[in-house]
């Protein structure tokens, strides 16, 4: 192919996207000190990345540092006491072993390396609809395991009729039958926060599930924690913790990452001595890059000083009070005005919504998609999108910064404007939220209405 027919190629191919409203690209450049918006986009849900304190105990920690900078290669070449000690601090932290604690440059690397390397030929992935890119991108890439089936996001029937699918299976080399003799295994994968819908995996009934259905003991649990790190639990030890399943057996490997609540970057996986031997040979994203910097480490450890002494639990218990506040007011604002879920949809439901008073904390999530509804048949082209457009209103009436999130992020019909609530954010600010999204409903409500009549003169 010559240069201009490879510009020819992609070019096409990116204005296909563009037509289409999918077309990606970086967003203006931006501080997260910057005035001029307010950020409901980014993943700083304890707003660690513009704290103060924070700030200067990083500053003060670096300047008694001995080394700051570079890593000097592959953990496999350089392996420094550093990253080593950051290790054995998660492990005791997450009370977890120091053999089976090992540290990636991202979460992305963490579950590329597990799921590429892990699974062995005749065995068996499972996985959630709304998992991480990561991981089917660890299950594409050189992963050996013998079937990868999906289920119904957080549904337990759904996981229920794959597993005793799975079992019943009399073909495949006789699939079936080595899972119910526990000569093949079985992973379950699961994030314990949907970074898109802001749900939670029912763990404890998924470990019983395992635990009923593979007596043998060859069903893992794999829980993605990417969301929850800081957040829930202890400490901000996550979900796992929260539900009291730290060490359980079933779970064979907990992830969490650096840089969302914790405003660092990295990852850690807590596993099996096994499992860490194993990746140390095989993990392509482990073996063949840079260890993070000593800087990155030390950025790290800092963040986890906030979590250890408690500013994390504290500023936790803030931003999801605000959640929990936040789409209670927002319902009913939507309920006053008449603006039903034919036009948005807060949430994706997760407590009975009859007994708000037993709302606890722990059902909130500091993620609230709001959903919109497909461009109107007669008045709107296909490409128009009412994310997109709440998202404009948002942020050209109120300065709020809050994403239009949609096809293929996320599944064809669920486009949303994803908000993400955090500790620092300010009850006007939040109140401003609500506002904003209600006058965008009316406007959208009357153009819904405009759309029904014109329909029905049509007919
Ligand atoms: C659920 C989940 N897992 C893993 C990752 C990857 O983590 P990292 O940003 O550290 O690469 C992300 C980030 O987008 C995520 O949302």
Sequence with gaps: MTSSALNKA???????????????????PSTPTAKSVIDFTSNDYLSLSVSPHLHNHLLSTL???????????????VNPATHHDLELRLATFFHHTQEGT????????????????????????????????????GIRSGCRA???????????????????ELLDNVDENGLGLRLRNGTSSLFLAVESVYSMDGTFAPLKAMVQLLEGLFPCGNAYLIVDEAHATGLYGPQGRGRVALEELEGHPKILARLCTFGKALAATG????TTPLVVRYMTNYARPLIYTTALS????????????????GTAEALAERVLGMSRWFSKQLRERLIEEKIGIEILRVGIEKVDQREPEKWSLHFHSPIIPLLTSPPLSLTETKSYSPAHDLSSHLLARYRILARPITWPTVAKGQDRVRI???????????AALVEGVVEWGKMRARVVQEDRVLFRTRL
């Design 63 to 77: 300047s008694r540092s001995e080394t700051i900078l570079g890593s000097g290669g592959s953990r496999l070449l």
């Design 294 to 309: 000593h800087l990155a480490i030390i950025a790290a450890s800092c963040s986890f000083d906030m979590l250890e002494d």
């Design 102 to 137: 090992l540290l990636f440059n991202s979460g992305y690397d963490a579950n590329v390396s597990f799921f590429s390397t892990v699974p062995q030929s005749g065995d068996v992935v499972v996985y959630d609809e709304y998992i991480h890119a990561s991981v089917h991108d």
């Design 10 to 28: 992609s070019e096409d191919t990116l204005e296909s996207r563009a037509k289409r409203r999918i077309l990606r690209r970086l967003p203006p």
């Design 420 to 430: 993400c609530l955090h500790a620092g954010h300010t009850e006007e600010q939040v």
């Design 267 to 270: 990852a850690v996986i807590m």
């Design 146 to 164: 013998q079937r990868r089936v999906s289920f119904r996001n957080n549904d337990l029937a759904s996981l229920t009729s794959v597993f005793e």
